[in-house]
């Protein structure tokens, strides 16, 4: 038994080196929750472009999950060959567990980021409780929902650009700030652990009246749930969400990817993939496509994580870690 | 009692000491022990100061008070729900007995998730039973009373089939003799058949309780998920796991682990005084 | 089944049929509507995209590897069941009391905990991580682990069933056939087996129910890839997250028929046990 195992595995192994013809690549793509959709697109256009261009045949498995989840997970061995974030944080945790070089960021353009997105809302049709910015969000007679900001990066997000607004409405006073954040986080009925969850909970359950989550996944389920009417609002102002790709290094290595993980990153900045990613609501910096799709992506002012909180380690150090700020405002409430 | 004396004298008879025990031990250690040892030993790594700073924070105090009281109520409605099906099961004759019968089954059979998945969707404000609830101002999903809801439907079974053989068993003569000296049907009840499955319904209650403390597939939908108001301890460990926090998730597994040995060794010593009580 | 049906004729009929028609309400509320919903949901958007759902590929694996998983599992724990309760039920020794409450542990283990137990030791950071890795062994997000995990929820399922039933039934039968000279494999396949036969397929039923339901545990460790490691009850909620609830229940209905036949095979087995 064991030896016809290894025979079998010597049989394949010569075949594959013996006749290109049947070459198979095959990479792991673990994703963000809810980039379900948008992998689902993405894919089959590489691999027609890798089949063309090499011959060889291609399949991309993905997994879907809390990034910080992903990351946890591929830590502990899950077997990526490249990881699509919406949290450059998480792929520093992969960074310091010796699983890809801690200057990432570097090995792509704009920061590794090939497109991003911002904290939107999605109210119901007609926006009866005319909810237009994050004011409207702390309003008592509004129930807004969104993920755990503890385990979804995509909650993270929602609770920094809330609190940058309320930093900037106040003149830079971060009690008020945080007071206006808890008054936001207090009104949440439920928190669900994911980005997609709570989405479902907005549309399938019918809770709350105001779903925050990246403007991608907005225009997507007003997409997909045309009939119930859901209108995009995009705040006045809302925090640039990197979305960062890498390739994982050790892990290519080791199953000889690497080539293709990377071919299949630098990919997603060509003109094809940017199409596709703003036909999914993700906004983009191909200066063609943007003018293409412009009228999907309203006007809005972007501030960034440096400009507002000092970078991701201040973020962590002040807000995120045991007993800091958002543990102060969202579970000691 | 030849079923306790025998295995004294069959151990120098019968074949197979070695290999049966040694089979049972190096399988309990390899996919048991070992594993829960890893626990252990990962919490030992944390130090107690650090240990009892974990799992007496404000937010670990709050998830095992709601996991306890979610699963009081359950185990206290199951008391009443399962001894109910335990006795109609045993002492009526009706017609789709049996099927009710096999229904009892259907938590242990199907898939927490599903069954999360499911009541969720039919108690919720819009589904089948929410809608009608709702109005009345009862609010089941996203309540404790939901995770309540999701405990209760996974541990039924444990009470009823704990139960019910020991009902099986009584001696219909005794409930005559009662009846034949003018007891009422509720004097009968409590004074005679009550004290007898006394035993098994409290191991069948302990063990229900045991698997309310643990279920996380069915509550994680129907539950809020709100900390201090309901999130229940599994959460929280999933919760810690997914920060990162290695140490924090297992102190508060452990916890958990060790409630839950505390409640086997009662429901196991309970199953003996009821096998005790049923041979005397 | 036996008949203790003891309704005193002179006793009024109406606290039975209450007590009957609470029994029933109850169960109609908080077990069989969660079924009906399932089915009403499956076939939401009929019979085609039903049958549409089950056919997709993903779903197809899913299944697949679920049947995988079980087929794996269960005859391992109906060995280990058998073992466990003749060393148990016939033999006295040390630590006997120890022995039965630890294969108990995973009933009253949340199986997320059990999941975080095996990554704690499996995993690449977990203790035994760097020599797995050393030795290019992939036991966690895939099929191992999903199989562990398993194990180790479903390892008492069929001890449970067969440990009472050998403890009541005493060993006199298999003694005499020891002295009457037969082998020990003779005394397990010729007495042993069939007296316990009902009650370990009774095991292996619950037992093959449980592992084809694991949802916790498993997903701690599955790493969930989409059409390679995901199991039937992960794809449900995989499904739902896809915003395909027709799909998520088209699968949870696999699921449900699944619990349901073994429920049928276990009544059908408990009519042979009782005749």
Not at chain 2, 73 to 92: D, E, K, Q, S
Request: aromatic share 10%; charged share 15%.
């Amino acid at each position: 038994m064991k030896h016809g195992l290894i025979k079998a595995a010597v049989l394949a192994a010569s075949l594959g080196v013996a006749a290109p013809v049947a070459a198979q690549d095959s990479i792991l793509n673990v994703s963000y929750d809810i980039a379900r959709e948008l992998f689902e697109a993405l894919n089959p256009a590489f691999i027609a472009k890798w089949k063309a261009d090499t011959g060889r045949d291609l399949t991309i498995d993905q997994s879907h999950g809390g990034s910080s989840r992903q990351a946890r997970a591929i830590l502990e061995g899950l077997a990526a060959d490249v990881v699509t974030f919406n949290q450059e944080t998480d792929i520093d945790v992969l960074a310091e567990g010796g699983l890809l070089p801690a200057d990432w960021r570097d090995k792509l353009p704009n920061g590794a980021s090939p497109y991003y997105s911002l904290p939107a809302f999605l109210v119901r049709a007609g926006n009866p409780k005319n909810i237009q910015d994050w004011s409207d969000l702390a309003r008592e007679d509004v129930a807004p929902i969104f993920p755990n900001p503890k385990t979804s990066g995509n909650a993270r997000y929602t609770y920094l650009a809330a609190y940058a607004y309320g930093l900037e409405q106040n003149g830079g006073d971060h009690a008020k700030a945080q007071e206006f954040v808890k008054a936001i986080l207090s009104s949440v009925p439920v928190f669900d652990t994911g980005g997609r969850a709570a989405t479902q909970t907005f549309a399938e359950r019918e809770l709350g009246d105001v779903l925050v989550t990246f403007e991608a996944e907005t225009g997507g389920i007003a997409r997909e749930y045309a009939d119930k009417g859901f209108e995009r609002v995009t705040p006045s102002l809302s925090l640039f969400a990197a979305f960062p790709a890498a390739v994982v290094a050790e892990n290519a290595e080791k199953k000889g990817t690497t080539e293709v993980a990377t071919a299949y990153l630098e990919w997603l900045y060509s003109p094809e993939a940017q199409d596709i990613l703003a036909q999914n609501f993700y906004r983009v910096n191909d200066a063609e496509v943007s003018a293409k799709y412009a009228a999907d992506f309203p006007e809005v002012r972007l501030v960034t994580v440096d400009e507002v909180f000092g970078g991701w380690d201040a973020i962590r150090a002040e807000h995120l870690a045991d007993g800091a700020i958002l543990d102060q405002v969202f579970v000691n409430q | 009692m030849t079923a306790v004396a025998a295995p004294i004298r069959a151990k120098r008879v019968l074949p197979g000491f070695t290999l049966s025990l040694g089979t049972t031990l190096l399988y309990l250690t390899v996919i048991i022990l070992i594993p829960v040892l890893a626990l252990i030993l990962k919490g030992a790594e944390i130090g107690p100061a650090r240990f009892w700073a974990i799992v007496s924070a404000p937010r670990a105090v709050a998830a095992f008070q709601i996991t306890l009281t979610a699963a009081a109520i359950a185990t206290a409605f199951n008391a009443v729900y399962g001894l109910l099906m335990a006795w109609v099961l045993v002492r009526y004759d009706f017609p789709g007995k049996r099927l009710l019968d096999a229904l009892m089954d259907i938590p242990f059979a199907l898939p927490t998730a599903v069954a999360g998945l499911s009541l969720t969707a039919l108690f919720s404000a819009n589904g089948w039973i929410g809608a009608w609830l709702e109005p009345q101002g009862i609010s089941v999903v996203y309540t404790i009373w939901g995770i309540a809801l999701a405990m209760a439907f996974t541990s039924v079974p444990f009470v009823v089939r704990t139960v019910q053989p020991v009902l099986e068993d009584l001696d219909p003569a005794l409930d005559q003799a009662a009846r034949t000296l003018g007891a009422s049907e509720v004097t009968i009840f409590t004074r005679v058949v009550f004290p007898q499955i006394l035993p098994a319904w409290l191991a069948g209650c302990t063990i229900a309780f045991a698997r309310s403390l643990g279920e996380f597939g069915a509550i994680v939908f129907i539950a809020g998920n709100l900390p201090f108001k309901t999130e229940i301890a599994a959460l929280l460990a999933f919760i810690r796991l997914e920060e990162f926090d290695y140490n924090g998730a297992a102190a508060i597994a452990l916890v958990l682990l060790f409630f839950a040995l505390v409640l086997l060794v009662v429901s196991n010593r309970l199953q003996a005084w009821a096998a005790r009580h049923r041979g005397a | 089944m036996q008949a203790v049906a003891t309704v005193n004729p002179n006793q009024s009929a109406l606290a039975p049929r209450l007590l009957i028609g609470v029994a029933v309400a109850v169960t109609l509320l908080i077990v069989v509507a969660p079924l009906a919903y399932i089915f009403a949901r499956a076939f939401a958007e009929g019979w085609r995209v039903y049958a549409a759902n089950l056919m997709h590929p993903a779903t197809v694996h899913a299944i697949w590897l679920t049947s995988i998983v079980a087929l794996i599992v269960v005859p391992i724990n109906i060995a280990f069941g058998i073992a466990a309760a003749w060393a148990i039920a016939r033999f006295r020794f040390w630590g006997r009391g120890i022995l039965v409450t630890a294969i108990e542990i995973p009933f009253s283990i949340s199986p997320i905990i059990a999941g975080i137990c095996y990554l704690l030791l499996y995993g690449r950071q977990g203790l035994l991580g760097p020599w797995l890795q050393a030795n290019d062994l992939q036991v966690m997000f895939a099929l191992p682990g999903i199989v562990l995990v398993t194990m180790f929820v479903t390892a008492p399922f069929v001890a449970r069933e067969v440990l009472p039933l050998m403890q009541a039934q005493g060993s006199e039968q298999e003694q005499a056939a020891v002295t009457l000279g037969a082998s020990g494999w003779q005394v397990f396949t010729r007495v042993t087996l069939p007296n316990i036969r009902w009650a370990l397929l009774y095991g292996a039923v619950l037992c093959t129910a449980r592992a084809v339901g694991e949802f916790g545990g498993v997903s701690v460790v599955s790493g969930n890839i989409r059409g390679q490691t995901n199991t039937l009850p992960l794809h449900v909620e995989l499904l739902f997250n896809d915003l395909n609830a027709t799909g998520a229940f088209a699968a949870a209905s696999v699921l449900t028929l699944l619990a349901l036949v073994a429920l049928v095979v276990k009544a059908a087995l408990e009519a042979r046990r009782g005749a």
